[in-house]
């Protein structure tokens, strides 16, 4: 394998980024099938990675998230040199993300211009935000050639599923698996704006529940009260609050063998949508436009108010009414049509 099939990407720093940014390696292999590429991520993300054929290893940044720890990347880049990567593409349009690459000595580095970052990218491009209007055009166009400008389709995510390990956590969370299963992601990281309120995820819970379906709670351990919330809200019989009780993996696979994923834009649901789980995604701050989950069997439901996206960790307006006009028979009507395995909405509305 000689030094033009080794590619080096510096990774973004959040889930659903790290999802999308498939896509790249996915354009980069179907280039150059011989293509050997290793990604430079924190550590949370390594079991997305392992589950990307494209990835063939995972480097892990050790700095806390925000941090510049000039010290850590100079040391990982002199670690990095002589590996015999010929470019570095560099995804996060921060300085410190181009730092590791100019250590490491990668003769090509390519990213965006922007943040006094000259020296250390060479082969610069210019950052159109009309033309790239999402994330994943963004990283897509960062895999092309400088003379081209028409972008393709970005490829779809499509993340390795594992069969033992979801039996492992089945077993130890205490679940069964139907084929009438819903999972929940009532989290978001951003902020509340971003999250459909939890008692009208309980409220959808019960109807479904009451349906003969079983719904499963997805989320971090800091989103274990908001899952709680919403399993009280049904009193418990067919709901199960996973939140804080999962690893990353057992989300992948539990995501896969889900039918149905009802979620706020979070990370969890471009990981539902690279599982091929049917996805009900609700926007209400941000915008499907910008960040739509990658894959052919979704729903969007938003409503496009003047005031939205406002991309606010909070309602500015105090009404929340991106997502408060979202009613319980909304999403009811289309998690039960999903349910029955045909789209409501042909994708969105």
Not at 4 to 30: C, E, F, N, R, T
Not at 125 to 130: E, Q, Y
Not at 222 to 236: I, T
């Amino acid at each position: 394998m000689g030094t033009d099939d080794k590619l080096l990407i510096v990774g973004p720093a959040w889930i659903g980024d790290m999802v999308m940014a498939q896509s790249l390696y996915k354009l980069l292999q179907s280039r150059n099938p011989r293509a050997r590429i290793d990604v430079i991520a924190p550590h949370w993300s390594k079991p997305i990675l392992d589950r990307m054929p494209e990835v063939r290893q995972a480097i892990e940044l050790d700095v806390v998230h925000g941090r510049v720890a000039l010290r850590t990347r100079r040391k990982l880049g002199r670690r990095l040199r002589g590996r015999g990567y010929r470019q570095a593409i560099v995804l996060p349009r921060s300085l410190k993300a181009a730092l590791v690459p100019f250590f490491a000595s990668v003769p090509v580095r390519t990213g965006y211009r922007g943040e006094w970052r000259f020296a250390l990218i060479n082969d610069q491009r210019r950052f159109d935000p009309g033309r790239l209007d999402q994330t994943v055009k963004r990283f897509i166009a960062l895999g092309m050639g400088r003379d081209e400008d028409e972008l393709p389709p970005p490829p779809q995510p499509s993340l390795r599923t594992d069969g033992e390990n979801l039996s492992a956590a089945v077993q130890r969370l205490g679940l069964r698996l139907t084929s009438a299963t819903v999972a929940f992601m009532p989290g978001a990281e951003y902020g509340p704006a971003k999250r459909w309120p939890a008692e009208r995820f309980g409220a959808l819970a019960g109807r479904l529940a009451g349906a003969g379906a079983q719904v499963w709670i997805l989320g971090s351990e800091r989103e274990r009260k908001l899952g709680e919330a919403v399993r009280a809200a049904v009193g418990g019989d067919g709901v199960a609050n996973l939140c804080g009780r999962t690893t990353l993996a057992d989300a992948v696979d539990l995501l896969g063998a889900a039918r149905v994923a009802v979620t706020n834009d979070s990370g969890l649901m471009h990981i539902a949508a690279a599982v091929d789980t049917h996805v009900i995604g609700l926007y209400g701050s941000t915008t499907p436009r910008f960040t739509p989950p990658l894959t052919d069997r979704a729903d969007i439901l938003y409503r496009n108010l003047e005031c939205s996206p406002c991309f606010r960790r909070r309602c500015p307006l105090g009404h929340f009414n991106c997502m408060m006009e979202m009613t319980v028979d909304d999403v009811a009507r289309v998690a039960m049509t999903a349910l029955d395995g045909a789209s409501a909405t042909g994708g969105g509305h």
